[in-house]
């Protein structure tokens, strides 16, 4: 009798740890969750019919999947994970991030949310990560996983569970609280799951079948694909450039050099971000510096041609070689390379971006901050904006402003 009562108290203890269903007593002989039960583990395990249908497809390991994802967050987990044991949040929750984004740094959902931690605008904006046309640090795999783990640490001051914690981490705090009060104010996570909404419920049940893996992947016969960046140095950039540009010249992966770069995100490396500096292979530093001519050539110096008072040459300053000799303008003594500009106004529509409008007009970003007197990127509809142009087509140029959004981005992605 004694027995009995003990067992029962265990059971009971247990279930406080062990949020399976509550109507299904079959998940307590279930080897999935006895094993998942066992690990030791801050979060309180979640399990249900989904959780178990997802640990079958990553022990499935399809085209080596499991094994690839497994790698990769290893190699940022080692890196990064001891930003949540600094703040007292528990390591395991850093694996939301192979959840999320599949550990990728460069990833971006269809609302907006960016990164490894998948985090939304207001909260890089509440933990200080930069978000700008060239610049999004919630792509920085070292500065989010800071934001995250202060993220996580705010949210369990509120929810005091690591689970809920979890699920309000991604769905955030009004979709948890509105799943709370539809599953009649219960603290219960079995309760409040089903009253998420289903992209929601999808994080936890992959957190919790990625928990298991985690832990149990050579009872499978995965092996783990290492994955790692190579090492790097920052160098500083003399004008803007694109990484596609850096990479030819170094024969770099372009890839390799984004994901070093993870933060840049249209691949161009400004000159504001010289503060922190681009990340390069560090057996390619020296060749960088060796190639800054050809990355980035000096303009041309305008000089005379002694042989033709007619005339001016335009010279290399690099080699000091001319490159092309050029009439003057009659009508005012000036190089007619000076004329070949005009200006064409232009009035921002809903949806226009700096660097849409830097598209259409074929020219940067800071080109028209620069003409229009601009310090931010910020626009706004009905705003005129003056864009230096070639006169000879200028007709074309004018039409843009009478081009639809759906037009504009055609024209855009065909140049």
Request: charge should be positive; hydrophobic fraction near 40%; glycine fraction near 2%.
């Amino acid at each position: 009798m004694k027995f009995s009562k003990i067992l029962l108290i265990i059971l009971f203890l247990n279930s406080l740890i062990a949020v399976a269903n509550p109507n299904d007593s079959n998940y307590l002989r279930d080897p999935f969750y006895i094993k998942l039960s066992k690990l030791n583990s801050q979060v309180p395990v979640f399990y249900n019919e989904q959780v178990k249908r997802q640990i079958g497809l990553y022990m499935r390991n399809t085209n080596n999947s499991s094994a690839l994802l497994i790698g990769k967050t290893q190699y940022y987990y080692n890196l990064y994970a001891s930003k949540f044991t600094n703040h007292a949040v528990p390591i395991q929750l850093f694996l939301i991030s192979a959840v999320n984004s599949e550990s990728n740094s460069t990833y971006i959902d269809n609302d907006g949310a960016s990164g490894q931690w998948a985090l939304g605008y207001p909260i890089a904006k509440k933990y200080n990560l930069m978000t700008n046309s060239y610049i999004d640090e919630r792509r920085n795999p070292l500065k989010s996983s800071e934001a995250a783990a202060l993220y996580f640490k705010d949210l369990n001051l509120i929810y005091t569970d690591w689970l809920k914690t979890l699920a309000a981490f991604r769905s955030g705090p009004i979709n948890l609280n509105m799943a709370i009060h539809r599953a009649n104010n219960s603290l219960s996570y079995a309760k409040i799951h089903p009253q998420l909404p289903l992209e929601f419920q999808i994080i936890t049940e992959k957190y919790m079948a990625f928990w298991y893996i985690w832990n149990y992947y050579s009872e499978s016969k995965i092996v783990p694909v290492k994955y790692k960046l190579p090492d790097t140095d920052t160098v500083q950039v003399q004008k803007e450039i694109s990484l596609s540009s850096i990479a030819f010249q170094l024969n770099i992966s372009e890839e390799i050099l984004k994901q070093s770069n993870s933060e840049l995100r249209i691949g161009i490396m400004p000159i504001s971000f010289n503060s922190t500096g681009l990340k390069l292979p560090k057996d390619k530093i020296s060749e960088y510096h060796e190639k800054l001519l050809i990355l980035f050539p000096p303009p041309p110096v305008i000089v005379l041609d002694s042989t033709n008072k007619d005339s001016f040459l335009l010279f290399n300053t690099a080699s000091n070689k001319p490159l092309i000799a050029v009439e003057k303008d009659d009508e005012d003594d000036k190089p007619a390379l000076n004329n070949t500009k005009t200006t064409v106004n232009y009035t921002v529509k809903k949806g226009d971006g700096l660097l849409l409008i830097a598209d259409l007009f074929d020219c940067r970003v800071s080109d028209i901050k620069k003409w229009n007197g601009m310090k931010k990127d910020a626009i706004y509809s009905g705003q005129k904006l003056k864009l230096q142009v070639p006169k000879k087509k200028l007709a074309e140029y004018k039409k843009i402003n009478s081009l639809s959004a759906s037009q504009k981005k055609k024209l855009a992605k065909r140049s």
